[in-house]
């Protein structure tokens, strides 16, 4: 658990330039990290915390509390998204958030991005209705790549999921995504392909979006797809595109150097940064955002891992392999 307690913000980070979501306020329902699965790929590091429990994992008025303090401004905003440090709908007044940020401001949309492994349960189904995109993974199909590729909690089926997630899709109007996460040499045989396809069809999600390494994951051998691989995907899931760029349309002002830094650790304790997620995200200029970002390091505050396509800054606290 990290010292959140120091931060100004607890709960609500960003806003996050997201690949697909444009510039996304996020909001982290969960102790780092505490998630039904510890996927190989995790961004935000090894779960500690692997759990079926749905409770109030961190106090909701709280949560409102931080949500009013960025959104009663009326900032410009793409998305509110639940993400962060584990799987949203494990905690339980999720759809009380989602109702209330509706009722409260209006004006944004809000998107849950999901590991899809709760939705047999009616009342997880129940809480994401009213959400405006849910997007949800399904990596694998056979139990065997479920196992090696997400490491769930026992007791939890790749079946059992895609049966939720059709169910979901008969009450759900919203826009439904599904992501499907591509890990050479664990999801790539052409029968687990070919059985993804097959559940993505039953699900018939409004989208279909094909993901890969981007940033540090929890296993350091984890590697990302090459092009030829994205397309045998690409082949047998027609619809399916890979994740965009940045399309973020604007960001909340450039914030004096204390609160640059608070918001870099609120980052990093979500997933690894670079230096140009900080300038589009924050509103500073490239030479502010190192000249920061390596202070931090230097303090021991941060970390950084080398990767193809360039330094990505880390909170030196979460468990990574490597
Ligand atoms: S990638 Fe998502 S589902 Fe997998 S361990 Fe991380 S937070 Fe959980």
């Known amino acids: 658990m990290h010292n959140r307690e120091a931060k100004d913000f607890?709960?609500?980070?960003?806003?996050?330039?997201?690949?697909?979501?444009g510039l996304s306020l996020g909001v982290d329902l969960l102790p780092a990290k505490t998630c039904t699965l510890d996927c190989i790929y995790c961004e935000s590091g090894r779960t500690t915390r692997r759990t079926l429990v749905r409770k109030a994992w961190v106090p909701t008025d709280a949560v409102i509390a931080e949500l009013a303090r960025v959104l009663d401004s009326g900032p410009l905003l793409d998305s509110v998204t639940f993400?962060?440090?584990?799987?949203?709908?494990?905690?339980?007044?999720i759809g009380y958030l989602i109702d209330t940020i509706h009722r409260r401001w209006p004006g944004y949309g809000v998107t849950v991005l999901t590991n899809g492994t709760l939705f047999w349960q009616e009342e997880v189904r129940e809480d994401l209705r009213h959400a405006d995109r849910v997007i949800a993974n399904y990596d694998a199909a056979s139990?065997?790549?479920?196992?090696?590729?997400?490491?769930?909690?026992?007791?939890?089926?790749?079946?059992?999921?895609l049966e939720g997630l059709v169910a979901f899709r008969e009450i759900f109007t919203g826009e439904l995504w599904v992501e499907i996460f591509v890990v050479p040499g664990v999801n790539d045989k052409d029968r687990?392909?070919?059985?993804?396809a097959e559940a993505v069809a039953k699900i018939r999600p409004d989208r279909v979006q094909l993901n890969t390494l981007d940033r540090p994951g929890a296993e350091s051998w984890v590697q990302p797809a090459m092009d030829a691989l994205m397309q045998r995907f690409r082949d047998r899931i027609a619809a399916a595109e890979a994740v965009g760029g940045v399309r973020g349309r604007g960001s909340l002002g450039p914030p004096d150097d204390g609160t640059l830094e608070k918001k870099i650790e609120a980052l990093v304790l979500r997933r690894p940064v670079t230096v140009e997620d900080v300038v589009r995200t924050q509103g500073?200029?490239?030479?502010?955002?190192e000249r920061?970002?390596?202070?931090?390091?230097?303090?021991?505050?941060?970390?950084v891992q080398r990767m193809d396509r360039g330094d990505?800054?880390?909170c030196p606290e979460t468990s990574r392999s490597g």
Not at 10 to 21: K, T
Not at 83 to 93: K, M, N
Not at 292 to 301: E, Y
């Open 10 to 21: 607890q709960y609500v980070f960003g806003p996050v330039a997201s690949r697909r979501l």
């Open 83 to 93: 993400s962060g440090s584990g799987e949203p709908t494990l905690h339980s007044d």
């Open 143 to 161: 139990q065997e790549v479920f196992d090696a590729l997400n490491r769930p909690y026992p007791g939890l089926f790749p079946d059992r999921m």
């Open 192 to 196: 687990e392909i070919e059985a993804i």
């Open 284 to 289: 500073v200029d490239r030479d502010q955002a």
């Open 292 to 303: 920061v970002l390596k202070g931090m390091c230097f303090a021991g505050r941060l970390g």
């Open 312 to 314: 990505f800054y880390t």
